[in-house]
């Protein structure tokens, strides 16, 4: 296996850098920790770059880490430090709705300077994620998240070590800036925005010290704009326990793992690599194979490996039940590049492609580009819903599904694990499963957040 380290090749230059902000200062809050969110500098490249001015929760890339215990509340006043409005989405929390951080449908747009309490209860154990979810095409490129870890009640499995990976993609000019063309038109009609540079935690060559047969629990999260990963592993041999938070019904041993923009995995792995040696989390890819942090084994934890884990316990997600006369919707996705699409409902009427691009829009959920007025499906609470998915286009997306966990429905009508965040291939269907159960307005939306702002988003309703 030939793997090498990513050399850095800044792809785009001569691009001016975004315009200067003047940082908001925040008011003064009584006990509740804030999350202010502003200006800072990353040191992204290696140390013989500029450091990298990013947007970031408290000026830092990732933002804070929020641990808490399952159960436990998390309470956080988000500070507005930024140059233009925003929210926080807790990505995966099964959330009271007015918490989830979507502008204009589950609260306002936080302006300069305005402040705003997020307050929930964080039900399932699992590994999370927050982000800033208002012009998330330039907020998320920008650095604008961080992890939220809930505990197991019971305390999680044994282990030696855990390690939070949040796996980023950015796209850096060869001055360490970020390359400032948020939403770009090429961008949002084809891939997504991919970058040029991955990070793990902000690092561009994250490294860490094991000894041999030390089990690890790796928590890895794709918190990059578009870029798809495909994971493996050298030198460190285990499983998958969980996928989106949630835990598997049976660990999975681990070959490859595919990570889609939002998703997240929960690896039991042991460092099986020789003393002296390299283990890597590897990043496969059409033009190679790339270390994407190292593990360097020195001594030895004890003599062999520990047995395999035992699964995690599982978070109360409603079980599934009367698949068989659930409320059911369609959602077919088109348009985008080499799809073909002609036109869709823009503004309220039949628009041409050429006047839609024009807007930025480029696709179409069951031919409508705007957001819709009416939901896909109005629940009651507690129903059960079935939504099949239908991607016509020639492009990879991500699709999420907020307040709620869903399976998928096997061909063969297994149901597939509880996730929020579905990768579906080019011209792929899925039908996805869940129950109704967290009343309030829920998007459903692509992850690629050049694809949701170019007509891939809509909601649905649970009453
Ligand atoms: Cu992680 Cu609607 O987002
Ligand atoms: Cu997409």
Redesign the pocket.
Known sequence: MGISRRAFTGGVLGLAAAGGTSLVAAPALADTPTLEAREGAAQLLPPDHAATPIWGYEGQVPGPLIRVRQGERVRRRFVNGLPQASTV?W??IRIDNAMDG?PDLTQAAVPPGGNFLYDFVAPDAGTY?Y?A?TR?WEQLARGLYGALIVEEADGGPALDRDELMLIDDWRLTQEAEIVPNFGAMGDRSHAGRLGNWVTINGAGDWRRTVRRHERLRLRLANVANARILMLGLHGLEGWIVALDGQPLAAPEPLDRLLLAP?QRADLLVDATAEEGSDAFLLSLEREGTFAIATFRVEGVMRPRRLAAPAPLEPNPVAPLHGLADARSARLLMQGGAMGGMQSAIMGGRETEIREMAAWGRVWAFNGVADFPAQPLLELAAGETARIAIVNETAWPHAM?L?GHHFRRIGEDRTLGPLRD?LLLDRQETAEIAFVADNPGDW?L?C?MPEH?AGGMETWIRVG
């Open positions: 989405h990505h995966g979507v994620w982000h979810h998330t939002a999420h907020h965040t998007l939306h992850h949701s």
